[in-house]
């Protein structure tokens, strides 16, 4: 008979008092154990949530949001996911396409999509959502971006600014066209940003976003 492993499940998501019960993290010792998955982790809401996770022996990953609208993880959950040997894994580096440098104010979503939906979190956790970054506020840090990198298409430098932190063992762009993929991959081969790139980003991080945003995730 063919078994199938996977190589590795991620709890999307729980709630707060998951990570507060043993059992969870037990069930998924066993079910590791019996052959069903090779590794197992975390995709959490808040920097609290992936360092209590990680207080458990037989989780191997973290999956959070991180990106240059999201700046915390780097303080206390990146220094401790690398001293348990946690692999971290990115999602949302491009907060919801604001970082894309695309959007405007005229910019339209449909009726089905988050970023129309839920800029206040009415279905989900609201950072889930543009980062939690309101959206005016959210296109002038993306200008500022843009005028520092001398571009409109900051999505490059977005996703390298993430793969500047050595914490980082995979980011999850979404993409819609097969283009979009290619062009996300070679990132990776990109040069490392300069001591002047990642210090205006923190500088304009600090002057948009970081007091309604930083202590929230």
């Known amino acids: 008979m063919h078994v199938v492993t996977l190589d590795m499940v991620l ?3 729980p709630p707060t008092d998951a990570y507060y019960d043993s059992n969870v993290f037990k069930a998924m010792d066993t079910l590791k154990k019996e052959g069903k998955f090779k590794h197992f982790g975390v995709s959490v809401e808040r920097v609290e949530e992936g360092l209590k996770a990680i207080e458990f ?3 191997e990953a973290i999956e959070i949001i991180f ?3 999201r700046h915390r993880p780097n303080e206390l959950f990146f220094e401790q996911a690398k001293r348990k040997n946690v692999g971290v894994i990115v999602r949302v580096p ?3 396409g604001l ?8 910019s339209t979503f449909r009726a089905d999509d ?3 939906f839920n800029r206040s979190g009415a279905a989900f956790d609201k950072g889930e959502t543009f980062s939690g970054v309101d959206y005016t506020t959210g296109l002038k840090a993306a200008e500022a971006l ?3 990198f001398g571009t409109e298409n900051i999505a490059p430098y977005a996703l390298k600014w993430i793969l500047m932190f050595d914490a980082v063992s995979a980011i ?5 066209k097969p283009e979009h993929i290619e062009r996300n991959a070679v990132v990776s081969d990109m040069d490392s940003l300069s001591k002047e790139d990642m210090d205006a980003v923190k500088a304009i991080y600090e002057t948009y976003i970081k007091e309604p945003i930083h202590h929230k995730w």
């Open 146 to 148: 843009k005028k520092h």
């Open 94 to 96: 491009l907060a919801s």
């Open 57 to 59: 022996e037989g989780v």
């Open 11 to 13: 709890l999307h998501c």
């Open 114 to 116: 988050h970023r129309y």
């Open 67 to 69: 990106n240059m609208f």
């Open 172 to 176: 999850i762009p979404g993409a819609s």
């Open 99 to 106: 970082l894309t440098g695309k959007l405007s104010e005229g």
